[in-house]
């Protein structure tokens, strides 16, 4: 018999032009790997009643958006400037949460972005997962650039893809690797958090 309790991922994410929308199916297939998890995509793009109710549904929210101009698009953060009218009924409060970004620069100022997602979780009284993996490639003479975590993040799972790479070679494996890392991750802390008595409730 499986107690595992049953959960739902849920990955809002915007993409520009296909980058990051491969770097969230990496995320949604990270998740899906935790015994008991379904996960979906949701694009923001669609501020439509079927975003919110599956947001709402969800036991962990994923955010992710591309950078450009060293902070998230537009489009997401219209989102998130949306995402006001479930604050007021803290409709996300205690949800898991983590984030993911892509750009074209090895740094692009990626981190500012992750930033700015994890803020919008902690303003909604999410609890936040980081990525949680030491860094690859060149932190050490012998990484190597097919290294989980090539870009040494830690707040959450960053991606590069180069500006004339189309989407379906880019963002590179070892990216697509560390996002599924990260999906995973965020399910099973979700799992985990679940299996908790509720709050006040002594056994």
């Known amino acids: 018999m499986n107690d595992q309790p049953s959960i739902e991922v849920a990955v809002a994410y915007h993409s520009g032009y296909g980058h990051t929308e491969r770097h969230a199916q990496a995320i949604v297939a990270g998740a899906r790997q935790n015994p008991g998890s379904s996960a979906s995509l949701f694009n923001v793009a669609e501020l439509n009643d079927a975003l919110w109710a ?7 929210i994923i955010f992710g958006a591309p950078t450009y101009m060293g902070s998230q698009s537009a489009v997401f953060q ?8 479930v604050w007021v009924v803290q409709g996300w409060k205690d949800k898991v949460a983590a984030g993911f970004t892509n750009s074209a620069g090895v740094n692009g100022d990626k981190l500012n972005t992750l930033t700015s997602l994890s803020l919008l ?11 949680g ?11 190597s650039i097919d ?3 090539r870009l040494g993040g ?36 979700a799992t985990r ?11």
């Open 133 to 143: 993996l030491p860094p690859g490639w060149l932190y050490s003479s012998n990484g």
């Open 154 to 189: 830690f707040l959450g799972a960053m991606a590069q893809s180069p500006s004339d790479a189309s989407s379906a070679i880019a963002p590179p494996e070892a990216d697509l690797r560390t996002a599924e890392y990260l999906g995973r991750r965020v399910a099973e802390v």
């Open 147 to 149: 290294d989980l975590n």
């Open 54 to 60: 599956g947001l709402s549904a969800a036991d962990a």
């Open 121 to 131: 979780a902690a303003q909604h009284g999410m609890h936040w997962v980081s990525l």
């Open 78 to 85: 219209a989102f998130a400037e949306a995402s006001a009218s």
């Open 193 to 203: 958090l679940r299996s908790l008595p509720a709050a006040g409730v002594r056994e």
